[in-house]
């Protein structure tokens, strides 16, 4: 990719006084010209977000490979579904610790720096993991350490890779470039599995050499976004180091607590996160053992919901501006309810094929919506802060989700503890249906 910019670029400005709300990035060059009758893809006539959003596609697809490869390597050295929640709750429960203490960091520190460090950290975790499995020393003890210790450096990259996109694009573009960002997560999650599949299949009479690649191309694919990083530069306005007290780690709180819409964000990513996503830990085994299948088709099941929420990502960043999220969340998290629960009664493989890409679509576009509902509500000042309990409320719930519902899984059965997960999201969707005002600011303000 050249590095001729794609906009001029935009000078550097002076820290604004502390009464002074920044609610958008000053990126005041108009996106380039053939860019702005396609609306969707508006955000590409900005250098910085287009380097920005290739280089992390690159490492995404990577990192997806490796999730893929451990959660069927975990299953294979142990055969339990609570191993793999373990590992789950493991990686994600330092998001729930620290993200909050990280989200006070993306809104004081340079974001970018930030972003830069961690990925060296985790590129070290990917070659860790294929120099063990290669050697013959992958033991659960070691994944469980690294699962841990990544889990501690994703806590405190999370907040502020939330956090950057509004750096690179003005407020115009924010909703676009918000939902092309979670297409990129997405078509990684579609790709990744593919790459993995097509790795294991190339190495079949060698299937651990199969896997060390897998990880070995995941080290190799944080080169791409580390590039990424260093060569863009993020209108970030970093806060005075003598500028007056602006609430610490408390002001997330509190400005979720003044504003009752934001905390029913929060929670119904809470509710998506716990007792919708559990299939998705659950898949190793589900595939195993319910489907029969091997690691290349436990792969591309992997493969399909990633195809559907890249398709939903897609579909998001198309619809008119004019079409409220608040709708979206609600009818696309009743969705979800439902098709976990039909997947939880399905035993053939294309029926459960299609499910996945479905619920791909609408996990996506509930997601999306809330983030992007969330990127718009907050002051620029507080938005590391909001998007760190963003960050709590969906990834950091997972492991909660995770261990849970792999003890339930051994105790009851895979398919009933994803059906126990249903009903309890659809009962939270049906209040959201019949209060629908829950959802919306004017709500908030009507108390």
């Known amino acids: 990719m050249s590095g001729t910019p ?8 002076a820290p604004l006084p502390q009464d002074t709300p920044t609610y958008e990035a000053d990126v005041s060059s108009p996106p380039r010209r053939i860019l702005r009758g396609l609306k969707t893809f508006e955000p590409f006539g900005y250098r ?4 920005f959003f290739f280089g992390a596609l690159l490492s995404n697809i990577g990192t997806w490979t490796q999730t893929v490869a451990l959660g069927w390597v975990v299953y294979q050295l142990t055969g339990s579904s609570s191993s793999l929640g373990l590992v789950n709750f493991l990686t994600g429960i330092p998001v729930f610790l620290l993200t909050i203490f990280a989200g006070t960091l993306a809104d004081r520190l340079d974001r970018r720096k930030l972003l830069v460090v961690s990925q060296f950290i985790l590129m070290g975790q990917a070659i860790a993991f294929a120099a063990l499995n290669q050697t013959g020393h992958f033991t659960m003890a070691w994944i469980y350490g690294l699962s841990l210790a990544g889990g501690v450096v994703s806590a405190f990259m ?12 003005p407020r115009s573009s924010l909703l676009n470039a918000i939902a092309l960002s979670s ?21 079949s009479a060698n299937e651990q050499l199969g896997i060390t690649a897998v990880f070995v191309i995941n080290a190799t694919s944080f080169l791409f976004v580390i590039w990424a990083l260093t060569v863009i530069r993020p209108n970030q306005v970093l806060r005075a180091a003598d500028a007056p007290d602006d609430g610490g780690l408390g002001a997330g709180l509190a400005y979720a607590r003044k504003h009752p819409h934001v905390a029913m964000h929060l929670l119904t990513a809470v509710m998506l996160t716990i ?3 559990p299939f998705m830990t659950l898949l190793p085994a589900f595939a195993a053992d319910t489907l029969g299948l091997g690691s290349t088709g436990y792969s591309a099941l992997m493969g399909f919901n990633g195809a559907g929420a890249l398709i939903g990502a897609l579909t998001v960043a198309s619809l008119p501006r004019s079409v409220k999220r608040e709708s979206i969340i609600r009818y696309s998290l009743a969705a979800m309810a439902v098709g976990v629960l039909a997947l939880s009664f399905v035993r053939a493989y294309v029926p459960v094929a299609v499910l996945l890409v479905a619920l791909g679509a609408v996990f996506l576009a509930c997601v999306s919506s809330i983030n992007t509902n969330l990127q718009t509500a907050v002051p620029n ?17 997972m492991p909660f989700g995770s261990l849970a519902f792999g003890a339930l899984a051994d105790a009851i059965g895979v398919t009933w503890a994803i059906f126990a997960g249903s009903i309890v999201l659809l009962t939270y969707c049906i209040m959201l249906l019949l209060k629908p005002r829950l959802l919306c600011e004017t709500s908030a303000k009507s108390r």
């Open 6 to 13: 794609l906009t001029k670029p935009h000078e550097p400005q």
């Open 48 to 51: 910085d977000y287009t380097y």
């Open 158 to 169: 999370f907040p502020a890779w939330q956090a950057m996109v509004p750096d690179l694009v």
């Open 183 to 203: 297409a990129q997560f997405n078509a990684a999650r579609l790709i990744g599995p593919m790459v993995t599949a097509a790795i294991i299949a190339a190495f």
């Open 275 to 277: 007792f919708g996503m």
């Open 381 to 397: 000042e507080l938005r590391g802060r909001v998007m760190a309990l963003f960050v709590v409320s969906f990834m950091g719930m």
